[in-house]
């Protein structure tokens, strides 16, 4: 089973920044938290990953709060093109996909 | 970096024959792959996860004589659906990890939409 909580939409202005909360409460240690999309009918695109500090690449930012129980992904300046469904996966080893989040970027 | 092709992109089959999916780390040598199944509307099922050379492990409810995995190399993973049946239609995406990362993060492929009639 997924051991993550994120909303199942979100809906969001196109160039305003895009934050996508997951709750992971019972992530271990030595678990990381992933960020993956799926835009439809096209395979899961890697976004970020992160262990316990805030991680930032070309894509988007990983904000981890202390106690690691949950996290933010946020998409800097919202497109169209980042119309899709996020996932956010806490794990180890393989990658188990819970519901995610339907993101919605509006014109 | 970091690609994933498969192949076929779709195929079209009758009930009954057996259909071979290949998935191809293109740019890295992958130590692990990993099959899944998505169906309309709903996120992806892990169905088994292959280390080259070695025997696929399977979820739990997925049928091992049915799904015939095979990791022959570092760069080539083939799922294979025997006897398929209609309610084998389905979305099958593959995943590889890369060799030697100190992480986990996988790299997906187009995914295969598999049609039985």
């Known amino acids: 089973d997924a051991k993550t909580t994120q909303p199942p939409s979100m809906d969001c202005a196109e160039g305003r920044a895009a934050n996508l909360p997951c709750n992971h409460s019972?992530?271990?240690?030595?678990?990381?938290v992933y960020w993956y999309r799926q835009i439809h009918s096209q395979g899961p695109q890697y976004i970020i990953h992160?262990?316990?500090n805030n991680e930032t690449n070309e894509m988007a930012s990983l904000i981890i709060t202390e106690d690691r129980k949950s996290s933010t992904l946020i998409l800097p300046h919202a497109t169209l093109r980042d119309t899709a469904v996020y996932y956010c996966?806490?794990?180890?080893?393989?990658?188990?996909f819970g519901k995610g989040t339907r993101l919605h970027i509006l014109p | 970096g970091a690609v994933v092709s498969q192949h076929p992109s779709w195929v079209i089959c009758k009930s009954g024959t057996s259909v071979k999916i290949e998935c191809r780390s293109l740019?890295?040598?992958?130590?692990?792959m990993f099959w899944y199944r998505q169906f309309p509307k709903q996120s992806l099922m892990l169905m088994a996860t292959?280390?080259?050379?070695?025997?696929?492990?399977?979820e739990q409810g997925v049928e091992k004589d049915k799904f015939l995995i095979n990791h022959a190399s570092l760069t080539l993973s083939t799922l294979t659906v025997t006897s398929a049946h209609p309610e084998d239609s389905s979305f099958y995406i593959c995943?590889?990890?890369?060799?030697?990362?100190?992480?986990?993060?996988?790299?997906f492929g187009p995914g295969t939409r598999l049609t039985v009639t």
């Open positions: 995943s590889a990890r890369q060799l030697d990362r100190g992480t986990y993060e996988q790299y």
């Open positions: 019972t992530i271990s240690g030595n678990e990381y």
């Open positions: 992160g262990l316990k």
């Open positions: 996966i806490v794990g180890d080893d393989k990658i188990i």
């Open positions: 740019d890295f040598q992958a130590t692990t």
């Open positions: 292959s280390n080259e050379g070695s025997k696929a492990t399977y």
